[in-house]
Nanobody, 126 residues
Framework: QVQLVESGGGLVQAGGSLRLSCAVS????????MAWFRQAPGKERELVAA????????YYEDSVKGRFTISRDNTENTVYLQMNSLKPEDTAVYYC???????????????????WGQGTQVTVSS
């Protein structure tokens, strides 16, 4: 049973920073492409950032480029999302997701991901 547990969400003022963590257990972490999605009220779930198995390929959604950094530690079975210069429009529930893929690539569709965390709330006040 693969489990993903997010932590690090919270309330922050605009311009502040948060670091999200996602600990993965029950599977072979290095075999997964990992990603962070978010969903704001009334909006569709969107891919924020993704990182391939070797960290050789990384994707960022345009609105977070230069502000967010995704990274992974294959020895700790954990993926991180460092979020700087936060804006009110970053407010959402953030989900960690794992894609069990044989390829060292990033995939962008939510349907590609096999396992999901429960989500962590990020609220940015203006």
């Amino acid at each position: 049973q693969v489990q993903l547990v997010e932590s690090g969400g919270g309330l922050v003022q605009a311009g502040g920073s948060l670091r999200l963590s996602c600990a993965v257990s029950g599977g072979t972490f290095r075999r997964y492409c990992m990603a962070w999605f978010r969903q704001a009220p009334g909006k569709e779930r969107e891919l924020v950032a993704a990182i391939s198995r070797s960290s050789g390929s990384i994707y960022y959604e345009d609105s977070v480029k230069g502000r967010f950094t995704i990274s992974r530690d294959n020895t700790e079975n954990t993926v991180y999302l460092q979020m700087n210069s936060l804006k009110p429009e970053d407010t959402a529930v953030y989900y960690c997701a794992a894609d069990l893929t044989a390829l060292d690539v990033v995939r962008e569709g939510y349907w590609d991901y096999d396992y999901w965390g429960q989500g962590t709330q990020v609220t940015v006040s203006s």
